[in-house]
Nanobody, 123 residues
Framework: QVQLVESGGGLVQAGGSLRLSCAASGRTFSSYTMGWFRQAPGKEREFVATISWSGSSTFYADSVKGRFTISRDNAKNTVYLQMNSLKPEDTAVYYC????????????????WGQGTQVTVSS
């Protein structure tokens, strides 16, 4: 069982930056693939980024590649999402998730979810 709590969301102007954090409970955090997803109003939840259990491999959605960076600190049971050059279309609730599968972008492969944190980018 893993419990996930996101933080770091807020209101930012276009072109600005935010860093999201996701703190996990449990002693097996380092064994999970971690991912970030987002859901805008009226839209389906979509993949943003994923990172392997060791942190050595990452994968991004095309829409955020080059602007967002996912990382993790297994000693702190925390995964991060650094978001730069933010655009109004990045506005969404951002969720972190944990998967027992190998690195994956598929929503249904993730077993545990946080409650989400709101990111709003103004133009």
């Amino acid at each position: 069982q893993v419990q996930l709590v996101e933080s770091g969301g807020g209101l930012v102007q276009a072109g600005g930056s935010l860093r999201l954090s996701c703190a996990a409970s449990g002693r097996t955090f380092s064994s999970y693939t971690m991912g970030w997803f987002r859901q805008a109003p009226g839209k389906e939840r979509e993949f943003v980024a994923t990172i392997s259990w060791s942190g050595s491999s990452t994968f991004y959605a095309d829409s955020v590649k080059g602007r967002f960076t996912i990382s993790r600190d297994n000693a702190k049971n925390t995964v991060y999402l650094q978001m730069n050059s933010l655009k109004p279309e990045d506005t969404a609730v951002y969720y972190c998730a944990a998967s027992v599968a190998t690195m994956t972008e598929k929503l249904h492969d993730y077993n545990y979810w946080g409650q989400g944190t709101q990111v709003t980018v103004s133009s």
